[in-house]
């Protein structure tokens, strides 16, 4: 019977047999010999990749923005009953200090008429000197609330687009930075472009670009050195109350030193002021409330954690002296921020967890 398919001719090597008796009797001697330890050195090693605690991810950069507190605003006035209080009470002790040194001058003078006219002279003394801190601060409170209006002048003008409006406040901020060096370039090109910008919402721009960006720079770098010296002081201190002590102090030094960098060289009662609407507002948007992921992320998983607890401690410390820093240049930065970005936790969080967790470079 025939096939209706037949095979197609195909062409077969045919192995030598002594050559393939050869190839059976190597493959047999192989197998039956144990195989030799050899060294791998070609081959890849799989390694895991490092985790670096410190590249935060998208969640984590959530909750850090969360932690950068909104933009503060300086309290406004309002009548309350314990400011009449206490001025009733400091009228009542000045007229007390000055019977007590009226009857100390004429018992003196009663006494010996030359330790009268010495104890005058002094009493002059220290009236004259009660009159010029006085003037002080009442200059210092001036200068402190002038900023706060030009402030809010020139929030206005961006929001209206008034020329106008922006070139008084320009001028205003021009005014407070004569005594700057560091705004000297600035101010010598906005006086070649002063006739230049006509829109008001962009010569506001244009002004806080050119005079502001080195001061923001100079207050970041003030906010991040203090923040870093509150980590590693409060991470090496034995105890709670040294901390408090250290951030208390650290954060005054900051809140005046943003000040005066912005030109507001506040006195003892502007300061106080200005540190009162600071802590404020704090207290309203919430303290610092660092997250269980984030001070894992921070200080390490495990035993790394429970080293580092005191490390972990620091940071948060530093953290909190930030969100002060920051809240104080709010109030003392002569524009809001419009053109510049405003500084948030995620500018200072890299250094200080490199201090937290020995992170190197």
């Not at 402030?151 to 209206?160: G, H």
Request: aromatic share 4%; hydrophobic share 45%; net charge positive.
């Amino acid at each position: 019977m025939t096939d209706s398919n037949p095979r197609k001719p195909a062409a077969f090597r045919m192995t030598p047999p002594e050559t393939a008796v050869r190839a059976g009797a190597e493959t047999a001697r192989k197998s039956a010999e144990p195989r030799r330890p050899t060294a791998i050195r070609d081959a890849a090693v799989i390694t895991p990749a490092p985790v670096d605690v410190f590249d935060l991810d998208a969640s984590t950069a959530g909750e850090l923005d969360a932690l950068t507190p909104p933009p503060a605003q300086p309290r406004k006035k309002r009548f309350s009953f314990a400011s009449v209080l206490t001025g009733a009470l400091g009228v009542l002790v000045s007229l007390a200090i000055g019977l007590w040194a009226d009857n100390l001058i004429r018992t003196l003078f009663e006494r010996a008429p030359w330790l009268g006219w010495v104890a005058l002279a002094v009493g002059i003394v220290a009236a004259l000197s009660l009159l010029a801190i006085i003037i002080r601060e009442t200059l210092a409170l001036r200068r402190l609330t002038s900023v706060q209006s030009l402030r809010d002048e020139a929030a206005k003008a961006v929001a209206d687009n008034d020329a106008r409006q922006a070139k008084a406040a320009v001028a205003r901020l021009v005014t407070i930075a004569e005594t700057m060096p560091a705004t000297a370039k600035g101010r010598a090109l906005l006086h070649d472009l002063r006739d230049d910008v006509i829109d008001g919402r962009d010569l506001i721009r244009l002004t806080e670009t050119e005079l502001l960006r080195p001061l923001d720079r100079q207050a970041r770098e003030l906010i991040l050195a203090a923040a870093k010296r509150v980590s590693v002081v409060t991470a090496v201190s034995p105890r709670a109350l040294v901390d408090i002590g250290y951030v208390i102090f650290e954060s005054a030094r900051l809140i005046r030193r943003l000040s005066e960098l912005y030109g507001g060289r506040p006195g003892t009662l502007g300061f106080l002021k200005l540190t009162r609407n600071v802590i404020a507002h704090l207290a309203v948007t919430g303290t610092v409330a660092m997250g269980d992921s984030i001070v894992q992320q921070l200080v390490g998983h495990g035993l790394a954690a429970k080293l580092s607890a005191r490390l972990g401690e620091g940071v948060i410390n530093g953290l909190m002296t930030a969100r002060i820093g920051i809240s104080a240049m709010d109030l003392v930065r002569p524009f809001p921020f419009n053109a510049e970005k405003r500084p948030g936790i995620g500018d200072f969080i890299g250094d200080l967890a490199r201090i937290g967790g020995g992170k190197k470079e």
